[in-house]
């Protein structure tokens, strides 16, 4: 009885570890997540601002890819802190959710299940011809219409300046992904939007990839 007992005890010790590891390890998403200023991660649209006056709009994104051999369920990119090059958070921004580029547009508020080897692109802000300010892509903003004409949270926009960004891509059957970018933004050009993946959290130490823009200290509220 006693060698009954710990076979079976050795057996379901062997499938609890198939089950959580071995299994969970070849089944599970596994989740890519890469930064272009190329097309087609990144990408320039016409806007229709009134009739016969339409500007140019860059939207950089982010790609996510589910290189795993399921469906990634639940997935969500969350916007989850802002510092500034020396490393100081910047608190008016708080765990804001960003938009999956995908149609229907209304769809890219909501979480997203992504199938195995399946590429989806993720709004991060959006900088418009002629405007010093990049406004960021939340569910309450999705694009130039909801901007142009009406007044904006302060914490749904960048002015001119450097930036870090912690971006969580979160799921219900993964492990949270987290990546950190530099930004450089000097309102001047629309297109040129100074990106680079870092992912330490910046310090006082930190070389920062650009000359450093002059920091309002509203920034710091």
């Known amino acids: 009885m006693a060698i009954a007992a710990l076979v079976v005890s050795i057996a379901v010790a062997i499938a609890v570890i198939y ?7 070849f089944v599970r998403p596994k989740m890519e997540v890469t930064f272009s200023s190329e097309e087609p991660i990144s990408c320039e649209t016409i806007y229709e601002h009134l009739p016969g006056k339409k500007l140019k709009v860059f939207w950089p994104r982010l790609r996510v890819k589910n290189n795993g051999r399921s469906m990634a369920r639940g997935c ?3 916007l989850a802190e802002v510092r500034n090059p020396k490393g100081e958070l910047i608190t ?3 765990m804001l959710p960003l938009r999956w580029a995908i149609s229907p ?3 890219g508020c909501e979480p997203l299940d992504i199938a195995s080897k399946r590429v989806v692109h993720l709004n991060t802000f959006f900088t418009i011809q002629d405007w010093q300010d990049a406004f960021l892509v939340t569910t309450m903003i999705g694009g130039p219409h909801e ?3 009406s007044r904006v949270d302060p914490n749904e926009y960048f002015e001119p300046g450097d930036y870090w960004l912690r971006i969580v891509i979160y799921g219900d059957n993964f492990h949270p992904v987290e990546r950190g970018y530099a930004v450089h933004w000097d309102g001047k050009d629309y297109k040129k939007v100074g990106i680079k993946e870092m992912n330490e959290k910046p310090s006082g130490t930190t070389h920062w990839p650009w000359q450093i823009l002059k920091e309002p200290d509203k920034h710091l509220s």
């Open 19 to 25: 089950r959580e590891i071995i299994h969970d390890w």
């Open 76 to 78: 969500e990119g969350i």
């Open 92 to 94: 008016r921004y708080e």
């Open 105 to 107: 547009y209304a769809r």
């Open 147 to 149: 901007v142009i004409g």
